[in-house]
């Protein structure tokens, strides 16, 4: 018993002596990075804001960074520079995603555009830019969303008529939605089935840290029981999106305001299209449902995220709020509302943004990416398969370029500076960069600052009775966004006649 119990000890002991020299090999050639435990890494230590543990490693550590997650190697990226060398420079060897137990489940084993890869990604992607998300196509939505904004004012406007505070946060997150559900399936509701209802429930649960991603010799365990809560959810999804595309099907609109999945449905049927001949090839319903869910996971909690903190870092400061609102003003009149061809002219509103896109980038850490070959980077080895962490929210607080007043929000930082949030200039890039950065930019933009111009022109904002600026909580909730943990209320008070 004794000699078994030495045995056992010794075994132990040798195992993780073996552990610590083959790490310590490895680790010689890899960015330098906190060395973890065995088997999980770092995978514990990250926190539930990781963006800022990562940041705050990063500071001791340098701008390229390695650890591990689980038995997944990844590289964390936190400087402009850095940040070229991966997604521009080398940008060919990272534009791959990497497979998540998830996305297999819910988005018809990667038939889409945010999670596929190779030959078929390529095509998808380019359909979706020049043709689903080309602006002559967002532009032929114009009218919706005019509607759309209308309606809310209208209901703001009551609210504001009853002195009601506004649960803000509710109202831009259910308008932001409509805008997609009309411009996707060419209806913002349906009787029949609760479609934000399935479609919240599917996007919470895929945002979900799944473990077995990281460790995948879990994954036949389903230790946190999310394989059986994916296969249930995306049956229910399935349900909804096949009955959408029957009465596509059958009504199929031909004509200037199809929608994306009338765009989608012509396509698969027209096997000569010119423009896209190899993907009419292979897009098929599981094709179409996948982009669908795709779309709608990219373009909603980004947009209606990104208004939130924006107005909530406005009412923090009202001297900016003053000034937006002055420029409305001027711009736009006090005697109409805000028309999308006003936004080029917004310039202070412009800055906002910008300044609300540095210090919230809505996904902090890009989506992943993945090394499809073993490379050298600044004398660096990065592995095969390595996952490539681009931490934009850290770049946005890089005091090197942002000055020592980086954490405060001063939105004239932009009156000198070119910088610009397209993904050009490494040094902003809420819609990443390169291969893989967003293809929705140009509608999400649109989006945000369309509805938080109108928003401003048409409405005063105070605080609820008995509320101040040091109670708005700033507090960040992670997921497949961060938006604020708490909603944002406010009251309303009519400014514009128009409204
Ligand atoms: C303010 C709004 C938005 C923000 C901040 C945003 C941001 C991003 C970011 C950071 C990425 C990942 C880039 C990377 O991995 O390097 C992304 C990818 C993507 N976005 Fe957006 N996005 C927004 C709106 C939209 C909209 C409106 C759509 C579509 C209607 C959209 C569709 C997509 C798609 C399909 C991808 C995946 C692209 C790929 O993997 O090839 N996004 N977005």
Known sequence: ?????????????????????????????????????PIVGSLFNLGTLPHRTFHDLSNKYGPIMSLRMGSVPAIVVSSPEAAQLFLKTHDSNFAVRPQMEAVAHMSYGNNGISFTNGTYWRH????????????????????MRREEVALVVEEIKKAAVAGEVVNVSDKVGS?????TFRFLLGRSKDDRFDLKGIMTEAFTL????????FVPFLKPFDLQGLTRKYKESSKKL??????????????????????????MIILSRNDSSVNHRELAKLIDRSSIKSIMIDIITAAIDTSF????????ELMRHPSAMKKCQDELAS????????????????????????????????????????AKEDIVINGYHIPQKSRIIVNAWAIGRDAKVWGDKVLEFIPERFAESKIDLRGRDFELLPFGSGRRGCPGMQLGLLSVQFVLAQLLHCFDWELPLGKSIDDLDMTEQFGLTIPRLEHLLLVPNIRVKAA
């Open 1 to 37: 018993m004794i000699l078994s119990v030495a045995f056992s000890f010794l075994f132990l002991v040798l195992g993780a002596a073996l552990w610590w020299i083959l790490d310590t090999r490895q680790r010689k050639l890899l960015p330098p990075g906190p060395r973890g435990f």
């Open 124 to 143: 998808v992607r380019k359909f979706v830019v020049q043709e689903l998300l080309a602006p002559a196509k967002i532009n032929s939505f114009q009218g």
């Open 175 to 179: 308008l932001i939605e409509n805008m």
């Open 206 to 213: 895929a945002g979900q840290f799944n473990l077995a991603d």
């Open 238 to 263: 399935d349900a909804m999106l096949e009955l959408i595309i029957d009465e596509h099907e059958q009504n199929l609109n031909t004509g200037n305001n199809r929608d994306i999945v009338d765009e």
């Open 305 to 312: 995220t990104s208004i939130e903190w924006i107005l909530t």
């Open 331 to 370: 711009v736009v009149g006090l005697d109409k509302m805000v028309e999308e061809t006003d936004i080029p002219k917004l310039e202070y509103l412009n800055m906002v943004v910008k300044e609300g896109m540095r210090l919230h980038p809505i996904v902090p850490l890009l989506g992943p990416h993945e």
